[in-house]
């Protein structure tokens, strides 16, 4: 049973990799299509995963979520973006290259999606879909969380005034550690998982509409 779940997580984690690559290079398309070409410079809008591996959130985070929960998020290197190289307003500008990679996570998961409905979830292609699609749907969801650095938090420069933004610039420097908080430090106080919660509320039952199982 032990080699099963250790052959599973790696199967998993595997097909997170390249869930992850498309993410990031989709960020760098978007900035790219908005008039800034920075990623395009560094060599980011390469689909070579060695480009964008970030050791911490690209193999060793996944891995432990994907040991633990069944599935796993993690994080690339951030593509480099200049949106004072945007044509027209920064912040659509932001927000724009920031949903690019939730959307491209969205995209994989229904093409991953009409493949479990073609072939069937009991084949080895169909339950690797399935799991692709999986993997998907938590990159998107986790991603969407309005917590810097996460793509998320680019929805809420559309709505503040000017005035708030310099206190929501410093408040961006202590998001990913809000955002670590939430994931084990709620869990282990108050012995309840809100992203565990999240995930059932979202990315299940849009799996079951993508998949049919």
Do not use: C
């Not at 945007?86 to 724009?96: A, E, I, Q, T």
């Not at 994931?183 to 849009?206: E, G, H, M, S």
């Amino acid at each position: 049973m032990g080699n099963i779940d250790v052959i599973g997580t790696l199967i998993r984690f595997a097909l997170l990799i390249p869930a992850i690559v498309f993410h990031e290079v989709a960020h760098g398309y978007a900035a790219l299509a908005l008039g800034d070409n920075t990623a395009k410079d560094q060599g980011r809008l390469s689909l070579n995963p060695i480009a964008h591996i970030d050791p911490w959130g690209t193999i060793i985070l996944p891995l432990l979520m994907t040991a633990m929960f069944g599935a796993g998020f993690g994080y690339a290197k951030p593509v480099p973006v200049n949106p004072y190289r945007f044509r027209g307003d920064r912040r659509v500008g932001m927000f724009l290259t920031g949903i690019a990679g939730p959307s491209a996570n969205l995209v994989m998961a229904a093409v991953a999606g009409i493949v479990v409905r073609v072939v069937g979830f009991d084949s080895f292609v169909g339950t690797a879909a399935y799991l692709f699609a999986l993997v998907n749907l938590v990159l998107l969801f986790f991603n969407l969380i309005p917590l810097p650095p996460l793509d998320g938090s680019r929805i809420l420069p559309l709505i503040l005034p000017e005035s708030a933004m310099p206190a929501y610039h410093q408040w961006e420097r202590y998001g990913f550690f809000i955002l670590i908080g939430i994931l084990w430090v709620v869990p282990a106080v108050f012995k309840f998982d809100p992203f565990t919660a999240y995930f059932r509320a979202t990315v299940f039952p849009i799996l079951t509409l993508l998949t049919g199982v």
